[in-house]
């Protein structure tokens, strides 16, 4: 599975963006994707997860409630919304897909760059 991520930019706080994560390749092998984030000078976080074929989400709490995530089967697309956004939700975010359950991410895009200004 390929992934490519975009959507990314530079929006003051309050804000909103919209993230998209094109699978191609092996799409039909896709159980779950999930979006994460680095921020400068610190570790690679989780932000939200879906399951591919029943939509179940799952978010870290310090999105939850501004932040949804969702797909389009058809289009082999994931997306994360993003509202109300801070300036700690600027980082790199990458999405990745665990392609079998029991399996771990193996697949990463290459990550888009969001900078929310004060």
């Known amino acids: 599975v390929q992934l490519q991520a975009s959507g990314g930019g530079l929006v003051q706080a309050g804000g909103h963006l919209r993230l998209s994560c094109d699978a191609s390749?092996?799409?039909?092998?896709?159980?779950?994707m999930g979006w994460f984030r680095r921020a400068p000078g610190k570790e690679r976080e989780f932000v939200a997860t879906i399951t591919w074929s029943g939509g179940v989400t799952s978010y870290a709490d310090s999105v939850k409630g501004r932040f949804t995530i969702s797909r389009d089967n058809a289009k082999n697309t994931g997306y994360l919304h993003m509202d109300s956004l801070k300036p700690e939700d600027t980082a790199v975010y990458l999405c990745?897909?665990?392609?079998?359950?029991?399996?771990?991410?193996?697949?990463w895009g290459q990550g888009t760059q969001v900078t929310v200004s004060s």
């Open positions: 390749g092996r799409t039909f092998s896709i159980y779950r």
């Open positions: 990745a897909v665990i392609p079998r359950l029991g399996r771990p991410y193996d697949y």
